[in-house]
C-alpha cells in the first residue's frame, strides 16, 4: 500500500499544456483499468475529474484528459487556465484497497 | 441533490478514542459502497476504509486495522468510523466518500479535523 509516484510540481503558462504522471505497480496502476484523479483547491474538498482511467465525470472540462501505458497513468491539462492551479491526486484500485498518489501541485506562471 | 456531511471530530488525547459521523441525503445510501479518505496537515490523501452496501464487507488500510471500524446504518443514512487507540499520525481531516459506479469517489463531505494530542 505503498503511495503511488507523482511529481512534485509542474507548471505553465496559460494556454499551454502540462502532464502530471501517476506511477504504480502492476499490482495498482498497472493492474486494473480504475485510475481516478481529483483536483483540490486549498483549503476545499477534492472533485473528481476523471475516473477509469479517461472517463470525465459530467460538468468537468474537456481540457482535461487521462490515458495510461504500463504501470503509470496521466492526465494531462490542455489550455491551461487560471483557475486549475491547484493540487491534483491520482487514485488506483489495488485489489480490496484503493491508494492515492503523492500529489501534484500545479503552478500557472 | 447529494450531500455529505462530516462530524465528530476534535481534540484527543494519544491512546484515546473518537467516532465521525456522515450524514448522507439526496441519493439512496444502501446502493453504494463508501469509503472514508484523511488528509494530514499539509500532506496529501490517504483511503483509509471502504464499507459495501450491506456492512458485510470492510476494508482498511494496513496502518488503521484493528484500531479504527467503520459502519453504516443505512436506516438512518449515516456512515460512521470508530477511531481507537489513536495516535499522533492520525491527525487529519478525515473526509467520507460515495464510490459512485465503484471506482471513484464522485461525492465528498466537507471533512472533520481530528487532532491528536497530549
Known amino acids: 500500500q505503498s503511495a503511488l509516484t507523482q511529481p512534485r510540481s509542474v507548471s505553465g503558462s496559460p494556454g499551454q499544456s502540462v502532464t502530471i504522471s501517476c506511477t504504480g505497480t502492476?499490482?495498482?496502476?498497472?493492474?486494473?483499468?480504475?485510475v481516478s484523479w481529483y483536483q483540490q483547491h486549498p483549503g476545499k474538498v477534492p472533485k473528481a475529474i476523471i475516473y477509469?482511467?479517461?472517463e470525465r465525470p459530467s460538468g468537468v472540462p474537456d481540457r482535461f484528459s487521462g490515458s495510461k501505458s504500463g504501470n503509470t497513468a496521466s492526465l494531462t491539462i490542455s489550455g491551461l487556465q487560471a483557475e486549475d492551479e491547484a493540487d491534483y491526486y491520482c487514485?488506483?484500485?489495488?485489489?480490496?484497497?484503493?491508494?492515492f498518489g503523492t500529489g501534484t501541485k500545479v503552478t500557472v506562471l | 441533490e447529494v450531500q455529505l456531511v462530516d462530524s465528530g471530530g476534535g481534540l484527543v488525547q494519544p491512546g484515546g478514542s473518537l467516532k465521525l459521523s456522515c450524514a448522507a441525503s439526496?441519493?439512496?445510501?444502501?446502493?453504494?459502497?463508501m469509503a472514508w479518505v484523511r488528509q494530514a496537515p499539509g500532506k496529501g490523501l490517504e483511503w483509509v476504509a471502504n464499507?459495501?452496501?450491506?456492512?458485510?464487507?470492510?476494508y482498511y488500510v494496513d496502518s488503521v486495522k484493528g484500531r479504527f471500524t467503520i459502519s453504516r446504518d443505512n436506516a438512518k443514512n449515516s456512515l460512521y468510523l470508530q477511531m481507537n487507540s489513536l495516535r499522533f499520525e492520525d491527525t487529519a481531516v478525515y473526509f467520507c466518500?460515495?464510490?459512485?459506479?465503484?471506482?471513484?469517489?464522485?461525492?465528498w463531505g466537507q471533512g472533520t479535523l481530528v487532532t491528536v494530542s497530549s
Open positions: 466518500g460515495r464510490w459512485g459506479g465503484g471506482t471513484w469517489l464522485d461525492y
Open positions: 439526496g441519493f439512496a445510501l444502501s446502493s453504494f459502497w
Open positions: 464499507i459495501n452496501q450491506d456492512a458485510s464487507t470492510k
Open positions: 502492476n499490482s495498482d496502476v498497472g493492474g486494473y483499468n480504475y
Open positions: 477509469d482511467v479517461s
Open positions: 487514485c488506483s484500485y489495488a485489489v480490496i484497497s484503493y491508494v
